[in-house]
């Protein structure tokens, strides 16, 4: 397990950091981040993606199911002196906010959820008539695309493609280097929700959001603050080549707008 996993505050800076160097400015070519802005995050953890759109005077809100990651991201936001309103919920039990918002963010998230399509239809509600949606999330074949980088093994977090070995021989993998039932059990769970380039494409068809700007990643931004690494856009021509460009697309930035 990396120590970012643990040290909750070092996960919160640096994805703050990675916010307001790359996903803010990809967002503004699109719609111009201003104060006056309402922007709502799904599945918003400690935080940090929130923290510099606070700082720039947009109304913030995060929600996420887990209370320990809400409380977390409040002493964070308390420390910068910072407001924001946490939420812990799950969001298929929120049904309105105090209005709309002119960006929703669910990065790192969607590849979490099972009732993909019942999820999108619901975030659309939080929309305002103007407002676009980014979804992040790490395809499902590419090398950590199991988010196996949780594991407590060594050898277990450092696999690439372990996540893809059939599930009863993942599970017996994982079990013999020692991870706890939970961590299996999560990881199980992600290769259920997994999604690919091509499968999430097909289920925006079932929804009513049109893609403004898809943009697949070598070499993820966030990667810079976590290891280092410059970020590196896929080459068009491996983008446009269906089911390859999986294995190699470390992550996929959508920006969708709602139709209906």
């Known amino acids: 397990m990396q120590e970012r996993h643990s040290n909750r505050e070092q996960y919160f800076e640096e994805l703050a950091i990675s916010c307001q160097k790359y996903f803010i400015p990809y967002l503004n070519q699109f719609v111009k981040i201003n104060p006056a802005m309402r922007i709502l995050e799904i599945g918003c953890g400690d935080g940090g993606n929130l923290l510099p ?4 005077g947009c109304d913030v809100t995060g929600v996420d199911i887990s209370e320990k990651r809400i ?15 946490l939420v812990a919920a799950d969001i298929f039990n929120v049904s309105d ?6 960006v929703v963010l669910i ?3 969607i590849e979490h959820i099972g009732r993909k399509e019942e999820f999108l239809n619901h975030v659309g509600r ?10 992040g999330f790490p395809a499902w074949h590419m ?4 988010h196996q980088q949780i594991c407590r093994h060594k050898l277990a977090s450092h696999f690439p493609f372990l996540h893809l070995l059939p599930a009863p021989l993942y599970r017996s993998v994982l079990t013999l280097l020692g991870e706890n039932r939970s961590c299996i059990d999560e990881l199980l769970d992600i290769k259920r929700c997994g999604l690919t380039v091509e499968g999430f494409e097909k289920l925006l068809r079932k929804t009513p959001y049109d893609i403004l700007e898809r943009q697949l990643w070598l070499i993820n931004p966030h990667y810079e603050v976590k290891f280092g690494l410059a970020p590196r856009k896929l080459a068009g021509s491996i983008a446009a080549i269906p089911y390859l460009r999986n294995f190699v697309s470390s992550s996929c930035f959508y920006i969708l707008k709602c139709v209906n």
């Not at 759109?53 to 720039?56: I, N, S, T, V």
């Not at 090398?143 to 199991?146: A, T």
């Open 53 to 56: 759109f606070a700082q720039k």
């Open 71 to 85: 409380t977390d991201a409040r002493s964070f936001f308390q420390k910068k002196n910072v407001c924001a309103e």
């Open 97 to 102: 906010f105090d209005g709309r918002f002119d």
């Open 107 to 109: 990065h790192d998230v």
């Open 126 to 135: 939080f929309l305002a008539p103007e407002g676009v949606l980014f979804i």
């Open 143 to 146: 090398p950590f695309g199991g």
